[in-house]
């Protein structure tokens, strides 16, 4: 890489990609509210949602997190009770679940995160919304 690529930031993938990610937060975020959640709360009970009681450490996998991460954003939904920690299969490990509060929740969530989806597709394209989350998919594959 030569040094003006790299003092240019159109260049810089990681900075795109964290400028889009912010943006696209705000519109799931504040769609979310509504229901009483954040984006990265609402992905997180969806996974347990369709996945089933996992353990903390797999979850965090799926979720592309570090468990330190996954601990601190899981505290306020278990605060809430809208996720149980406990014991995991083997005694050595903790396993998380959606209690019934946080199954309803996730489901009164669902519309919001529907308007947020079609803002987001009629904004940037159904087709082109489609085609960024199978390259997303991809990045974290290749990671």
Request: charge should be positive; glycine fraction near 8%; aromatic fraction near 4%.
């Amino acid at each position: 890489m030569t040094d003006e690529i790299a003092m240019d930031p159109t260049q810089c993938n990681c900075l795109a990609l964290r400028q889009a990610t912010r943006h696209l937060s705000q519109i799931y975020d504040r769609h979310l509210a509504e229901a009483g959640l954040r984006g990265s709360q609402y992905s997180i009970l969806s996974k347990l949602g369709r996945l089933g009681p996992m353990p903390i450490g797999k979850l965090a996998e799926i979720m592309v997190l570090d468990r330190t991460a996954l601990g601190r954003a899981l505290r306020p939904l278990e605060r809430d009770k809208l996720l149980k920690v406990g014991a995991g299969p083997d005694g050595r490990t903790r396993s998380v679940s959606l209690t019934a509060a946080g199954e309803a929740r996730l489901k009164a969530a669902v519309p919001h995160w529907r308007k947020a989806q079609k803002e987001f597709e009629t904004r940037f394209g159904a087709a082109d919304a489609a085609d960024l989350r199978s390259s997303l998919r991809r990045v974290v594959e290749v990671a």
